[in-house]
């Protein structure tokens, strides 16, 4: 007698049926068992309920189908998805013992319809219960199914819609327009968090109750790197199928800028100033902290003053430093900023040097691409490798989770890299050219009274290396021309080096090219040169 089988998934809500198999993967994996163990499906039959007590419809029409002679095999998963409890485990049994059932197979589960295997079969179903406890075949099918999915199974957040139709995640278009340009905004360092709250509530982003959403939410929102496509679930990072809203790039920034800014909880009284964070002290090391005084004269005067100071907290060094005012700090922060600005004929020559060496270098960049491409395949061979040892068991939890969580960003980073590259055609001109922009625009916010646009500006031309010794602030390290990539090797210092390089000359002199009377190194041409080939590496 040929032998048709019924293939049965479950699903069920059971607490410790919440690692196993969606019925979809379970329905995958079974038909692709049938097709190769060349098995004739005669029904595929899925129930949505627990088996843990006696009394599934679908399972009960099953069994008296097998007694009208339907079919006389079952294919299933695993023996759990048959029966959590005896009764129904034991009708299985007894179908196999008087003939109706000829066969049950599972890809899980190996039995023959012997005595040892109906015994076996036994067992199994006495073990179902706790099957699901242990890191088991399951558990590892359903976490590559969930990792080969990408999909986020959960509500999407603001800028995203649950298409419940088909599943998945879907970019709301206008909402998400509105939370990229939130995210440039903020970026800017110009908005505090309350005006990208102000932001979303005008163009129609508000809370569950219809009213503006808080500065904790904003900032939330600014925070989630689920608008890079990686969502977090089950403590778990994963790359999301979804179409990301923000560049890695501008996510980044906006983290810095909630870094500079501090946490949003602080009161009021004790907001932080805005130059706090930003300067060492040149005696102790100690971050230089701002605070805020009202002073009462006698006659009834009353003077505000903001000062700032070293927070003195080292143990093994007394700090002598005094403090000062915020207006002097102002303007030395500002002239500092000043002293790197760029000079207008820089400017122009700078531009001059771009656009030619952009003409020379367009094809040249596809080694560059090749690269990175490299890298991010050892990142997916890292991935799986991990991947593999934490299924092994043989990596814990916590460290598979945090490694894969790093080892996603830096994938998404590199990701980026090449379809910047390739989308612009390595297109280093635009980016230069607005720093070059940005550049010449110090000289006016030094001029500027937004103290907080100036912190931003110094925190990304000086990083950490501002020093405050006696009431003076300066650069962490001398006056050394050549001390490019003292600090951080970015365009500004690249700037500033070459500011420093050229300080010998007058600065009118510095684009007329004196070929061959001076040394390179001295040569003021040399500067702006120098400033082009290191800023251009690092826009590229
Ligand atoms: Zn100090």
Same mark, same amino acid.
């Given at each position: 007698m040929e032998q048709k089988f019924f293939l049965y998934a479950r699903k069920s809500t059971d607490v410790e049926d919440k690692q196993v198999l969606s019925i979809e993967a379970q329905l995958t994996e079974l038909r692709a068992f049938a097709k190769q163990e060349g098995l004739h499906i005669a029904e595929e039959l899925i129930e949505k309920q627990s088996a843990k007590i006696p009394g599934r419809p679908v399972f009960n029409k099953m069994i008296s189908r097998i007694e009208h002679g339907d079919a006389n095999g079952i294919l299933a998963w695993h023996p759990d998805r048959l029966a959590r409890n005896s009764v129904d485990g034991g009708r299985i !049994?007894?179908?196999? @013992?008087?003939?109706?059932?000829?066969?049950?197979?599972?890809?899980t589960f190996w039995c023959e319809n012997t005595s040892q295997g109906k015994f076996m079969l036994n067992i199994a179903f006495g073990q179902s219960k706790y099957y699901v406890d242990s890191l088991s075949e399951n558990t590892k099918r359903g976490l590559r199914q969930k990792v080969r999915n990408g999909d986020y199974p959960s509500q999407a957040p603001v800028g995203y819609i649950n298409d419940s139709r088909t599943k998945s995640v879907v970019v709301d278009k206008k909402k998400s327009r509105v939370i990229r340009l939130a995210f440039e905004k903020y970026a800017k360092g110009e908005s505090r968090l309350e005006d990208i709250s102000n932001f979303l509530a005008k163009n129609g982003i508000v809370s569950r109750g219809g009213k503006i959403i808080s500065k904790n939410r904003a900032s939330f929102i600014l925070s989630n790197p689920f608008y890079i496509g990686l969502f977090k679930y089950g403590g778990e990072r994963h790359e999301g199928k979804y179409e990301p809203i923000v560049s890695k790039k501008l996510f980044d920034k906006a983290q810095e800028i909630l870094k500079l800014r501090g946490v949003p909880d602080r009161k009021s009284k004790n907001e932080p100033q805005p130059f706090c964070g930003l300067i060492s002290c040149a005696s102790c090391g100690m971050m230089i902290t701002g605070e805020y005084k009202v002073k009462k004269q006698k006659n009834g005067n009353v003077h505000n003053y903001t000062y700032y100071h070293c927070t003195k907290k080292s143990k093994t060094i007394k700090c002598p430093e005094p403090c000062i005012r915020e207006e002097e700090l102002n303007r030395q922060l500002s002239s500092l900023i000043k002293s790197v600005s760029l000079p207008q004929d820089w400017a122009e020559e700078l531009n001059r040097l771009a656009l030619q060496d952009h003409k020379k270098s367009a094809q040249s960049n596809s080694a560059f691409v090749e690269e990175v491409k490299k890298e991010? &395949?050892? !990142? /997916?061979?890292?991935?799986?490798?991990?991947?593999?040892?934490? $299924? @092994?068991?043989?990596?814990?939890?916590? !460290?598979?989770?945090? /490694?894969?969580?790093? $080892?996603?960003?830096?994938? #998404?980073?590199? %990701?980026? #890299?090449?379809?910047?590259?390739? =989308?612009? =055609?390595?297109?280093?001109? %635009?980016?230069?050219?607005?720093? !070059?922009? @940005?550049?010449?625009?110090?000289? +006016?916010?030094?001029?500027?009274?937004?103290?907080f646009a100036k912190k931003v500006v110094a925190k990304e031309i000086f990083g950490s290396n501002l020093l405050l010794g006696e009431k003076t602030v300066s650069t962490? %390290?001398?006056?050394?021309?050549?001390?490019?990539?003292?600090?951080?090797?970015?365009?500004?210092?690249?700037?500033?080096?070459?500011?420093?390089?050229?300080? &010998? &000359?007058? $600065?009118?002199?510095?684009?007329?090219?004196?070929? +061959?009377? /001076?040394?390179?190194?001295?040569?003021?041409?040399?500067?702006?040169?120098s400033i082009e080939r290191r800023a251009r590496n690092i826009f590229l």
């Open positions: !049994i007894y179908l196999l @013992d008087c003939g109706h059932l000829a066969m049950s197979k599972f890809p991010i &395949k050892s !990142i /997916e061979v890292k991935l799986q490798r991990l991947l593999d040892g934490y $299924l @092994d068991q043989v990596i814990e939890q916590e !460290i598979y989770r945090a /490694e894969k969580s790093k $080892l996603l960003f830096k994938k #998404k980073s590199l %990701e980026e #890299k090449i379809s910047s590259l390739l =989308q612009k =055609q390595n297109d280093w001109l %635009e980016p230069m050219q607005e720093w !070059i922009k @940005d550049a010449q625009n110090l000289n +006016g916010i030094a001029r500027d009274n937004n103290l962490a %390290e001398g006056g050394a021309p050549n001390s490019f990539g003292k600090m951080g090797g970015n365009q500004w210092d690249a700037l500033r080096a070459s500011h420093l390089l050229a300080l &010998k &000359k007058p $600065l009118r002199s510095v684009l007329v090219r004196s070929a +061959g009377i /001076e040394p390179a190194s001295q040569d003021p041409q040399s500067c702006v040169l």
